[in-house]
């Protein structure tokens, strides 16, 4: 069976409460993309204009666990991050899902990443 890639599916998420995010990456700069080639320019939000940054991360999204990409307006985290450590988002939340031959990819925007549940 041949998997061909999709073009990606975005859902904008409401009333879905607190997202909950445990960070598998380190926090990075998202950059614009024009055919292809990575520009100087930070990608923003389309919500608040602020600059993205991104990292791997596992979300639960109304008790359904997810892992792929968060983009956040949240540029940094604290160093002494524990291992485990769990981060709130709240308010509006994008979550993209692109398919190709691996499988599902899964991908949320949140405005803000906010206190840390150890």
Not at 7 to 35: E, H, I, W
Not at 52 to 77: C, H, N, P
Not at 79 to 98: F, H, N, R, S, W
Request: hydrophobic share 35%.
């Amino acid at each position: 069976m041949k998997i061909t890639k999709t073009s990606p599916v975005s859902v904008s998420l409401c009333g879905v409460g607190r997202v909950r995010v445990a960070p598998t990456g380190k926090l990075r700069p998202v950059f614009v993309y024009v055919n292809n080639v990575r520009t100087d320019e930070q990608r923003k939000s389309p919500e608040s204009g602020l600059p993205l940054s991104g990292m791997s991360a596992a979300f639960e999204i109304d008790s359904q666990l997810l892992q792929g990409r968060v983009s956040t307006t949240t540029s940094e985290l604290p160093d002494d991050l524990p291992l485990g450590a769990v981060l709130e988002a709240d308010g509006a939340y994008t979550l993209t899902i692109t398919r190709d031959e691996f499988g599902l990819r899964y991908a949320l925007q949140v405005e803000d990443l906010e206190e840390v549940i150890a």
